[in-house]
């Protein structure tokens, strides 16, 4: 009736309608064609992504090697995942993409760039009474888009009129450099879903003193920030990490299951320690040890850079490159 039109023969643009991080295939975005036709093999960025499409599947899952104006299809092969809501460019040429993502990616940390100083939650009520803080910042990462949306709705419905809450950057996967680098130059705090700092993330952090906060249920950020904000925050139970672990080789072993052949990067494992499995910076498992070996025998801990055999309980699901992070946790009191 509107006598909608549009141009399947030029180069193809349109939006972000859902985007994650998927475990076996990388960043994946659900993208709707608004102009021109999408092929498998074009230059494509998509807010601060961008790559060269390796793959299309419809919304049966059936691989296609084109799409058209109006079709919403999925694509694979993309730098990192973009936000739900950004528009996708193809352009003739990769360089021209890649040199468009960097120049957005450029143009949002220096947007997010305040003053440098490092607030925590731990010393949020106070500087909220001293006058010195009334914007709180948080660089939110999660496993998936729907977790960030959560915890943005349930921020919004919190009691502001002390202290505004602004999610200042948000994105799936596990915590970078830049993310520190965001939350250093803009006073913020990191919350993680399911997610883990890489290794040169955390150690910038400590190095910036920048409070990283790492959950498994959103209701648990609401309400350590809930409390922050009115001072009420009480003594935590906290994970004291133990050790970090590389996967290198799987044995399978007849009724047992899945032994890791690992070698202790960091720190000493202990048998009673409980692990978490991460793969590309997200958590996929988190359980106790089954079994602790070296050399075939069993034994209560392996310390820095010796080889050891690990079977984790329930679980088999474990691939070479995988990081065991293994930890304890203890109760700590809040600081005044």
Not at 81 to 103: Q, T
């Amino acid at each position: 009736v509107l006598e909608l039109k549009a141009n399947p023969d030029a180069l193809a643009s349109g939006v972000v309608i859902e985007a994650n991080l998927d475990k076996g295939r990388g960043p994946v975005a659900t993208v709707l064609v608004q102009r021109g036709t999408l092929k498998v093999g074009d230059a494509v960025v998509a807010g601060t992504a961008h790559g060269r499409v390796r793959a299309l599947l419809n919304p049966k899952g059936e691989a296609v090697e084109t799409a058209g104006p109006a079709d919403p299809v999925e694509i694979q092969g993309l730098s990192s995942v973009p936000s739900a809501g950004d528009e996708f460019r193809v352009f003739a040429d990769e360089r021209d993409a890649r040199n468009l993502a960097e120049e957005r990616a450029l143009k949002q940390r220096l947007l997010a760039q305040e003053k440098k100083s490092h607030v925590t939650l731990d010393d949020l009520f106070s500087r909220i009474q001293q006058g010195d803080i009334k914007d709180l910042n948080l660089v939110v990462k999660a496993d998936v888009q729907g977790s960030i949306e959560a915890l943005k709705d349930a921020l919004d419905k919190m009691d502001q009129s002390e202290v505004h809450i602004n999610v200042i950057h948000s994105g799936v996967g596990g915590i970078t450099e830049s993310d520190v680098m965001l939350a250093t130059a803009s006073d913020a705090i990191i919350i993680g879903f399911n997610v883990r700092p890489l290794p040169e993330a955390r150690a910038l952090a400590e190095k910036e003193k920048v409070d990283m906060r790492m959950y498994r249920v959103i209701y648990q950020a609401i309400e350590e920030i809930n409390a922050a904000r009115v001072g009420m925050l009480s003594p935590t139970i906290e994970e004291q990490e133990t050790a970090h672990i590389e996967v290198r080789e799987l044995f399978k072993v007849p009724k047992i299951g899945v032994i890791a052949g690992c070698f202790v990067q960091e720190g000493e494992i202990s048998r009673d320690d409980s692990v978490r499995i991460v793969r590309d910076g997200t958590i996929i498992h988190d359980g106790k040890i089954h079994s602790l070996r070296r050399f075939k025998e069993d034994v209560k801990s392996v310390k820095q850079g010796y080889e050891c055999g690990i079977g984790i309980e329930n679980f088999n699901d474990i691939k070479v490159g995988d990081i065991i992070e293994s930890y304890r946790t203890i109760e700590v009191a809040r600081e005044e």
